[in-house]
Nanobody
Framework: QLQLVESGGGLVQPGGSLRLSCAASGSIGSINAMGWYRQAPGKQRELFASIASVGSTNYSDSVKGLFTISRDNDKNTVYLQMNSLKPEDTAVYYC??????????????????WGQGTQVSVSS
C-alpha cells in the first residue's frame, strides 16, 4: 500500500512561512485528489486543502489566500506552501488522499495510517 511521509514542519514566528512536503512511496498520478489535513491540540482532524489530479484546488476559508497546495506527479510529492502563519495554524499536519469525514466528522486515511505527520508550531 502507498506510504506517505510528511516533512518540513517546525517552529516559526507569526507571519512566517513554511513549506511542507509529502513524499509518496509510489505513484500518485492516478489518485484523483490529494489533501492536506491538520489536527490542532484538542480538536478534530480537519481537511483544509486538496488538489485534484488535473490541478484544481480547494481550500477552507481559514487558509484561502494564505496557503497553496501543489503536486508533482513525476516526483510523487505533494507540497503545501504556508504564508502569513498564525498561532492558530499550530497543529500536526498530514497528507493523504482527499476523503469525506464520517457522520462524527472523523477522517479515516485511505492510505496507511495517519502516522506522525509533521508538527507546525507558530509562536513568538
Amino acid at each position: 500500500q502507498l506510504q506517505l511521509v510528511e516533512s518540513g514542519g517546525g517552529l516559526v514566528q507569526p507571519g512566517g512561512s513554511l513549506r511542507l512536503s509529502c513524499a509518496a512511496s509510489g505513484s500518485i498520478g492516478s489518485i484523483n485528489a490529494m489533501g492536506w489535513y491538520r489536527q490542532a491540540p484538542g480538536k478534530q482532524r480537519e481537511l483544509f486543502a486538496s488538489i485534484a489530479s488535473v490541478g484544481s484546488t480547494n481550500y477552507s476559508d481559514s487558509v484561502k489566500g494564505l496557503f497553496t497546495i501543489s503536486r508533482d506527479n513525476d516526483k510523487n510529492t505533494v507540497y503545501l506552501q504556508m504564508n502569513s502563519l498564525k498561532p492558530e495554524d499550530t497543529a500536526v499536519y498530514y497528507c493523504n488522499a482527499e476523503r469525506t469525514p464520517d457522520g462524527s466528522g472523523i477522517y479515516y486515511p485511505r492510505f496507511g495510517s495517519w502516522g506522525q505527520g509533521t508538527q507546525v508550531s507558530v509562536s513568538s
